[in-house]
């Protein structure tokens, strides 16, 4: 299994922007879909956005036009560069891995392997 390490989360104003890292460790990065969830105080784990290595991206829709995902197979490290950040953004972000085959890597029960969590804050 792929192991994941999130870093970037900070505190930022409204309107402002951020981009979080997920480094991977092992050699299997390539045979997994790589994506976001983000999880608020008192509420579900919830879907950000998933990316296969076909290239096909789903994003969730709070986020779509805001948010975009990369990832550098070379580093072994996929990215979520954030814009236009609101204060329903606030969270702790998980950097999610999903084996590339299933059609269903939005659903954070087909999850494969989680990253530890980095915390977002955005100030009003």
């Known amino acids: 299994q792929v192991q994941l390490a999130e870093s970037g989360g900070a505190l930022v104003q409204a309107g402002g922007s951020l981009r979080l890292s997920c480094a991977a460790s092992?050699?299997?990065?390539?045979?997994?879909?790589m994506g976001w969830f983000r999880q608020a105080p008192g509420d579900e784990r919830e879907f950000v956005v998933i990316?296969?290595?076909?290239?096909?991206?789903y994003y969730a829709y709070s986020v779509e036009g805001r948010f975009t995902i990369s990832r550098d197979n070379a580093k072994n490290t996929v990215y979520l560069q954030m814009n236009s950040l609101k204060p329903e953004d606030t969270a702790v972000y998980y950097c999610a891995a999903c084996l590339d085959f299933k059609s269903s890597c939005h659903r954070k029960d087909d999850i494969n392997s989680w990253g530890q969590g980095t915390q977002v804050t955005v100030s009003s």
């Open positions: 092992g050699r299997t990065f390539r045979s997994y879909a």
């Open positions: 990316s296969w290595t076909s290239g096909m991206t």
